[in-house]
C-alpha cells in the first residue's frame, strides 16, 4: 500500500516537472526535467518490481500457512 502510494507521487512528481518546463521552455530547465524524469521513471519501475516480489512472498507464506 505504502509502495503504490509512492509510486503515485513519483508519477505525479513527474507531471509536475513536466508542466513546469512547458511554461518555462528554457533548455536547461528541459535538461535537467528529462534527467528528473528518467530518474523517477527508473525508480518507479524499481519500486513497482518490489511490491510486486514482495506481495507474491507474502501470497506464498500465507498459502503455506493455510496447508
Not at 513536466?18 to 525508480?43: E, K, N, P, W, Y
Request: proline share 0%; no cysteine.
Amino acid at each position: 500500500s505504502l509502495g503504490v502510494k509512492l509510486v503515485f507521487a513519483l508519477e505525479l512528481l513527474i507531471i509536475a516537472d513536466l508542466l513546469r518546463t512547458i511554461v518555462s521552455q528554457s533548455l536547461d530547465d528541459m535538461l535537467i526535467v528529462g534527467a528528473l524524469v528518467v530518474i523517477r521513471t527508473i525508480i518507479s519501475y524499481f519500486l513497482n518490481q518490489e511490491i510486486e516480489q514482495v506481495s507474491a512472498a507474502i501470497a506464498r507464506t500465507r498459502e503455506n500457512e493455510i496447508a
